[in-house]
């Protein structure tokens, strides 16, 4: 069958898809109900699991004693770690350096735990509650043993160990020096030469990252049959494919055994970016017993046992000269690993050390490293992963810089940082930014936000001695994202490549079916691949559909984390699609008995130059699964896959500018305004980019203002629930004020950048600023995030005591 067309292109054909502001086609079965959570999921004859975890921060199991909960109603098995010899150590794909330490972490613990929280027993049972119950029935005894939280503490020497066996509470120890790099000059060397030098100030903080938790909506939750010739386990996990390789890494089964389906996942931001000991433990009790098993972790047992993030000592020193100009940036890092590694644990600091230069231009720079272990539950990738901690340190040290110097902090920032006529432009930390505009974003950004009408605002109010202070903070940043070179991440001894995998199948009716390997756990993915799609084929967006997060049908992936999905994802997508292209060219000549070189592709559309004569992209479709009358040699499918490796990393940038209110009377920190102007390249769904700007503004501002995870010096954790740990909701924050400016990537075809990590790699940094110039008139010169009123509040009590300034509770007048 041979069917041609001359009719013109369809209004909707006409009108780009890419720049669309669609609505996300996922959210109707959100918002409806109509979703599948792995919780949702019951099969015959499933049983339930419950987990028994450790009271004690480190302690020897001296007791353990399942006899009781074995006999308990409904109980079908009850397994301790000795019970589960077959269980294999968890991994961890990252080792830094040849000293890195790795402690044996098993999914089910044996003889001794090492944070509140650990897996000491786990119970099968025909009902959930009946599981839950016989967990009382356990008896368990233990012997305390020397704790240590605090990181500074941890590599002192006498400290506690958390692995006796190591010998040390070191993990491990890394760095980058620009000398080393070839990239600049020694920083060690500039800052004795600053500091010896009149023309010159040198700048020494100490700032400390609070320990967060990622807080995703859906707790973690995992269910494994076994009884089909392939064992398939469904998991609220980011990363399905890692998820299925891991698994067979460690653990008693083999890789093409194992399906792994991700269905609707309720969030993850980096928390579920793991291989979890969970999923272990399921999948070896579920192939014991051989029926169905399903483990869903309540939200205490989230909040003590997957994994935390941040929790960095950042000790910063830098040198400028008295205009402005930064000459050297020295950087200390301590990280807080706690008692084992994730998959990534190790390296998320590496991340931030090559940001810490952020956009400036600096000429010497030296970043040290040492992660170290605690008796705390493990950190690993949270949103930004490592870099949002880097722009704090930088972006809070500009502001000091601005402060010292007595020059305006926006100004100083112009005078350091990144030219666009400079790019490419290389870093001193050995990258390649390829392409920004920061006065254009920064321009925008002042203009809408009223700069210079709120500095004039907070002179008035200073000098009248309002006790509500008005504070005014900036970041300008970039993000180092779009997870990554593969050739990169060899030189780094990462464990994995950094490439993604995409099919494009031209269904026979001409419809579409695109399978990617990246996983959306609420990122918008079905809608804005589909975009690029109806761009790249010329199809009817409605006539495209996504498949993706199931081994089975999107085979290979390296999943979604480290705002890759567009970047690297999207690219494999691109590629299938153009490969279809190639692939339909000779088939359309055939149909056309034209010359190959003869043909245009427009709109979905082969037709003759010159000439109305063509054939839709979904005729050829339909032609080609015929196969009645092909070229010679030409195969009957214009299926087509491509795998994308990226040559660099994606750098979206931009500039944040925040008012707070800060009443000194009770240290209420009040957001008043807040706007963004962000450059993340082409957009390809304006109303996406404004929903991954917003979230990532919010739990920015959430590490700012109000969010902490909290140990006690024994170890306990005391923000276990949703009660004392704050998730900030609606009434908490505002409503922000965006806006984007472009600058082609130009690592990619599309010219886009990333996104999803943006706003929370600026906010906290922007909103500390913001609370300190606020404050600093009254002496206070440093606040530990999150600036609860409490934190606020102490740290004008210790001001007053120290300066002998009055708060303005207690009568005195707020000088400027």
């Known amino acids: 069958m041979t069917t041609t067309s001359d009719a013109p292109a369809t209004p909707e054909s006409e009108t780009p898809e890419v720049g669309r502001a669609r609505l996300r086609r996922e959210d109707r079965r959100a918002l409806t109900g109509q979703t599948r959570w792995t919780d949702d999921m019951t099969l015959p004859g499933m049983v339930h699991l419950s987990v028994l975890r450790s009271p004690m921060a480190h302690a020897t199991i001296t007791t353990l004693d399942t006899e009781e909960a074995r006999q308990a109603p409904g109980v079908v098995g009850v397994w301790t770690g000795e019970d589960l010899p077959e269980q294999g150590a968890m991994p961890t794909a990252w080792t830094v350096s040849e000293d890195m330490q790795t402690p044996k972490l098993l999914p089910v613990s044996v003889g001794e735990v090492k944070h509140v929280g650990d897996i000491v027993a786990v119970v099968a049972a025909t009902s959930k509650d009946a599981a839950d119950d016989a967990l009382e029935l356990i008896d368990v005894d233990y012997d305390d043993l020397p704790v240590v939280v605090d990181p500074m503490a941890a590599k002192a020497e006498g400290a506690p160990l958390v692995h006796p066996e190591l010998g040390t509470n070191v993990c491990a120890t890394w760095g980058l020096d620009s000398v080393a790099l070839g990239t600049g000059g020694d920083a060690l060397e500039a800052i004795r030469a600053a500091e010896a030098d009149p023309d010159q100030v040198v700048l020494r903080r100490t700032l400390k990252q609070n320990r967060v938790t990622p807080a995703y ?23 399905p494919h890692i998820v299925r390789i891991l698994m067979a890494m460690t653990q008693p089964i083999e890789e093409h055994e194992l399906r792994v389906v991700a269905p609707d996942v309720g969030g993850g931001f980096g928390g579920k970016l793991q291989f979890t ?76 050390g090559f940001m810490f230069n952020g956009i400036y231009r600096i000429p010497a720079y030296r970043f040290h490293c040492t992660d170290v272990f605690t008796n705390k539950v493990m950190t690993d990738a949270y949103r930004g992963a490592g870099k949002p901690e880097a722009t704090f340190g930088i972006e809070r040290m500009m502001d000091e810089l601005a402060v010292e110097l007595d020059i305006d902090p926006i100004e100083l920032r112009r005078r350091n940082w990144i030219g666009s006529d400079e790019f490419p432009y290389a870093t001193i930390a050995g990258l390649t930014y390829d392409s920004g505009d920061y006065d254009q974003a920064t321009d925008r950004a002042v203009e809408m936000f009223d700069y210079t009408g709120l500095r004039e605002e907070q002179r008035r109010r200073r000098e009248s001695g309002d006790p509500v202070a008005l504070g005014i903070g900036v970041c300008t940043f970039v993000e ?60 009817p967006f409605d006539d495209i559909i996504l498949i993706s997060g199931d081994t089975a049908s999107a085979h290979k992936g390296m999943d979604t984390y480290g705002s890759r999905s567009l970047v690297v994802g999207g690219m494999a997508i691109v590629g299938a699609a153009r490969k279809v292209v190639d692939k339909a060219k000779p088939i359309a000549a055939h149909l056309l008995e034209a010359d190959v070189d ?12 010159g000439t109305d004569v063509g054939v839709t992209i979904q005729e050829i479709a339909l032609s080609t699964w015929l196969a009645h009358d092909l070229p010679d040699g030409v195969e009957p499918s214009l299926d087509s896959d491509h795998t994308f490796d990226p040559e660099n990393f994606s750098y979206p940038t931009g500039t944040h500018l925040v008012a707070v209110e800060v009443d000194t009377r009770t240290g209420h920190v ?64 505002l409503r922000y004020r965006t806006d984007t400016t472009v600058t082609r990537a130009t690592t990619n075809t599309l010219g886009v950048k990333a996104v999803g990590e943006t706003g929370t790699t600026a906010a906290p940094p922007a909103i500390v600023n913001g609370v300190l110039d606020a404050l600093r008139p009254l002496g206070v010169t440093d606040i530990t995030m999150p600036c609860t009123p409490v934190k606020v509040w102490t740290a004008l009590q ?19």
């Open 217 to 239: 909506i859906e707790p973690r939750s995992v269910v494994v049959d076994p009884t089909a010739e392939q064992v398939t386990l469904w998991s609220a996990t980011q990363v």
């Open 670 to 733: 009040q957001l008043r305004d807040y706007v963004c102007v962000q450059d993340v390249g082409v957009l390809v769904n304006p109303m996406i980019v404004d929903g991954q700007v917003h979230g990532g503004l919010t739990q920015g501002i959430a590490q700012a203002l109000f969010e902490e995870i909290q140990y006690t010096e024994e170890g306990q954790l005391t923000t276990g629930t949703l009660a004392d740990y704050l998730v900030p909701a609606a009434p908490d924050v």
């Open 798 to 816: 210790e001001a007053a005591h120290r300066t002998g300034t009055p708060t303005s509770s207690e009568g005195g007048s707020v000088q400027s």
């Open 598 to 609: 003869d043909l245009e592709f427009a709109r979905g559309r082969f037709f003759v130059a």
């Open 480 to 539: 180092l994202s779009g997870l990554a070179p593969s050739r990169v991440l060899g030189g780094l001894n990462y464990g994995s490549g950094g490439w993604e995998h995409s099919t494009i199948r031209m269904l026979p009716t001409g419809k579409v079916e695109v399978v990617a390997g990246t996983t959306s756990h609420g990122q918008g993915h079905a809608t804005a691949f589909s975009q690029i799609v109806a761009d790249e084929l010329g199809i």
């Open 277 to 352: 000991r969970e999923e272990a433990m399921v999948l070896l009790v579920a192939r014991r017993l051989q029926v169905p098993c399903k483990y869903t972790e309540s939200r205490s047992e989230s909040m003590q046992s997957s994994h935390h993030a941040r929790d960095q000592v950042q000790e910063l020193t830098l040198s400028a000269r008295r205009d402005g100009t930064i000459t050297a940036l020295d950087v200390e890092l301590t990280a807080d690993m706690g008692a084992y590694l994730g998959i990534l644990t190790a390296g998320i600091p590496l991340l931030g």
